[in-house]
């Protein structure tokens, strides 16, 4: 086992996400480079990611030989690549058996009761990890006695699984450093046209993507970012952000910044004050939001999105049935007022894309068609539909474990195929629906298919050749080639 000392070397590994062909996104690692800039003033810090190459077992086995750490931090995002994580973790003790191998993010978040089986990770650091990883080596430094008194930890001791849930969440996010983005070829991710990536796809590149707060006050219950990022919304200030951005555009030459709230616009206050100060500094960069909520937006926000540099919103307004949305879903989203809503966006010539989802325990056959009738009669550029998948530590997974709709193994699911069946639906009837209805809604006219294949960084044939797979796939197999 790895000591821990000034001479310690850190690795912060984000694993190859598709290693066994599943999607992956490649995006900038933003939580390992904010890991890195609170570690390396203590620590050898650097960051390694076989994902954006989509780099093979041996590959990654070589170099982290070759790098040859003492300890490696893995990144875990999501519970649907919890095989994957496993498998990294595996990789890493077999190639260095005494490092020390620390996991952290969403899965040991959000479903540490299973993620504590891997025999390959010494410590897991559960929810936010700015604090928590630089205590934990500096306990281990000095001899490991405190651990038992520190929280958002677990991990084995004398054959036992000692599960300290994290008591908190950081409070001023203007005290977190920015990531440290050094020994990373960020040109090359921030240049990357990514395919089928519909909202993580800039305008003007190169783009960086960034968080200007954490958490969300709503309860939809199929949402996990109660538990990884909390109830509270905690906002970084005006300030603090714009001169984020200052620094991006200075030290990388961003040209757009691409916004991963749950909820940018929790604050109007602060939302106009970031967009007046874009604005005002004549930046000229594009930029937008991974997500807003619909019912936060009006004229004076959107036309100073507009003005600002804003060009697209993703919205989700998850269901055409006031019923479902309020009494299921949860969601404080008024149906006629987002029709409006979606008018007055169109009209200030944004792009929009609004995603939908459907398939909830107690939601009727005709209450899904609502669903696709209102998308469609939205007119926009781009409706998603998904079909409703239980996360863990949902309210969502609560009620299908409590009515005995999915079996607990599959909590850990992927969002291709459904995984809930009813006496209403099953979720083959459904992957047919989603297939055929957006097929239908989205690809009317040539129009509507060039505007497609930009939104999502495909060519028009590429369009035709994504449309046919998904169809004969009916969407269960995730359509990505690099
Ligand atoms: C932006 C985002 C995306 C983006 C960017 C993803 C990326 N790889 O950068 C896109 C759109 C691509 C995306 C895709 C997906 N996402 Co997403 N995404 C988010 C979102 C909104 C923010 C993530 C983020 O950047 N957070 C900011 C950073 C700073 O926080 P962080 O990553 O959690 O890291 C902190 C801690 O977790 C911890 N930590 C993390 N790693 C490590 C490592 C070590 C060693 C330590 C000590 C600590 C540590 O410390 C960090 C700093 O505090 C979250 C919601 C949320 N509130 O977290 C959902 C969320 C993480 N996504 C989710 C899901 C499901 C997905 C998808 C699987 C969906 C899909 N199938 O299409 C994919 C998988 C993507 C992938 N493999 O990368 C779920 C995960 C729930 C679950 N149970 O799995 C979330 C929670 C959304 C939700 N509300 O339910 N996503
Ligand atoms: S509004 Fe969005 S982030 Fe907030 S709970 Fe609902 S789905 Fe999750």
Known sequence: MASINRNTKVLLMQPNFAIFGKRSWKLVPYNLSILKACLCSKYETEIYDPNFDNLTEEEIRCNIRKINPDVVGLT??????????????????????????????????????????DPNVDYFIMGEGEYRLPQLLHILESSGNNLLKMEGIAYRLNGLNVINPPQHFIDNLDAIPFPNYEGLDLQRYCNLNQKYAQGLIPRQFPF??????????????????????????????????ISEIDWLIKDYGVREVIFTDDHFLFSRKRALEIMQTIKSRNYGITWKCANVAIFCLNAEILELMRESGAYQLTISIESGDQDVLNKIIKKPVNLKKAKEIVSLIKSLDFEVICNFVFGFPG??????????????????????????????????????????LIKPEQALSGYTHGVISTNEFNNFELQILRAFEWDRINFKTRDKIKTIARLQGISEEEVAEWRSRTRKSLGTTINWKE
Not at 375 to 395: C, Q, S
Request: glycine share 4%; with cysteine.
């Open 208 to 241: 960086a993507t960034t968080m200007s707060s954490r958490g969300c006050p709503y309860q939809c219950i199929f949402c996990a970012a109660q538990t990884v990022s909390g109830k509270k919304v905690r906002m970084r200030s005006s300030e603090n952000i």
């Open 363 to 404: 939601e009727k056959w005709d209450q899904i068609r609502r669903t696709i009738d209102y998308a469609e009669n939205l007119d926009i550029d781009l409706v998603n539909f998904h079909i409703a998948t239980p996360l863990p530590k949902t309210e969502l997974m609560d009620i299908c474990l409590q009515e005995q």
């Open 76 to 117: 875990s995002f999501s519970t649907e690549y919890y095989k994957e994580i496993k498998f990294h973790t595996r990789l890493i003790k077999e190639e260095i058996p005494e490092a020390l191998v620390i996991v952290g993010g969403v899965l040991p978040t959000v479903l540490i009761e299973q993620a504590i089986q």
